[in-house]
């Protein structure tokens, strides 16, 4: 199993970034994707989830109007697109997969696979 993550960069405030999460190496549509992040010192968080069978999605209450993700089972490859970003988004950001599936339930203990962190920084 491996998520590839990609995307994430230096970006001022009220900008935008997209990430990606490829994934291989299991039924990309049997599985939920999720993106978490973490600051240090900080517990790792869940962002946006996203149900590969169904487009069930999560959005914490943080991101809901400025985040969305969307899913391309062709690829295999789920997109977060991040927009109006605030300095309080700089983390480093994971992607992750379960085999539970749900969208709607974006908790870390839920997540089995991890890919590679990427760094997000927003400036003020």
């Known amino acids: 199993v491996q998520l590839q993550a990609s995307g994430g960069g230096l970006v001022q405030a009220g900008g935008s970034l997209r990430l990606s999460c490829a994934a291989s190496?299991?039924?990309?549509?049997?599985?939920?994707i999720g993106w978490f992040r973490q600051v240090p010192g900080k517990e790792r968080e869940g962002v946006s989830c996203?149900?590969?069978?169904?487009?069930?999605?999560y959005y914490a209450n943080s991101v809901k109007g400025r985040f969305s993700i969307s899913s391309d089972n062709a690829k295999d490859t789920v997109y977060p697109q991040m927009n109006s970003l605030k300095p309080e988004d700089t983390a480093v950001y994971y992607c992750?997969?379960?085999?539970?599936?749900?969208?709607?339930?974006?908790?870390?203990?839920?997540?089995?696979?991890w890919g590679q962190g990427t760094l997000v920084t927003v400036s003020s």
């Open positions: 190496g299991f039924t990309f549509g049997d599985y939920a």
């Open positions: 996203i149900s590969s069978s169904d487009g069930d999605r």
């Open positions: 992750a997969a379960s085999p539970l599936g749900w969208g709607r339930i974006c908790q870390v203990g839920l997540y089995h696979y």
